[in-house]
């Protein structure tokens, strides 16, 4: 199993190792982990550090990014429960808009401040 960094529904984020499609494996109980990040166009979504002591950087030292895939979310809402959460058959139906993949640096460098569509 990989290691995953899991947010709950209340901000506080937990690394464990896990397996995506085995809700007994995360770190927090199904129903108290944030599902999909829905960010309205000219809204924000703002992420509270990280419960771990050092915070995010502390993060960094286990991980090397975070990757933040945005997606349409119409369609995404229809194939998350047309195919009961199975992230493989989605990856293949729902058509991923951009790709963030970003480092400690990169979000030092943007502020910590995360843009769609990039600039």
């Not at 960094?5 to 499609?21: M, V, W, Y």
């Not at 997606?71 to 047309?82: E, L, R």
């Not at 951009?98 to 640096?105: F, I, M, N, P, T």
Request: charge should be negative; proline fraction near 7%.
């Amino acid at each position: 199993m990989r290691n995953y960094i899991f947010l709950s529904l209340t901000g506080e984020s937990r690394e464990k190792a896990a397996d995506p499609l085995r809700p007994e494996t995360w770190a927090f109980d199904e129903k108290d982990i944030m599902p999909e990040f829905k960010v309205l166009v000219d809204s924000s979504y703002n992420i509270k550090n990280s419960s771990y002591p050092g915070g995010w950087e502390r993060d960094f030292t286990v991980i090397p990014y975070i990757q933040i895939l945005v997606m349409d979310n119409d369609i995404y809402t229809f194939y998350i429960s047309k195919f009961n959460y199975n992230c493989d058959s989605i990856s293949n139906y729902v058509p991923i808009l951009h790709c963030y993949q970003l480092k400690l640096e990169d979000l030092q460098r943007m502020n910590w401040t995360v843009v769609y569509p990039p600039e």
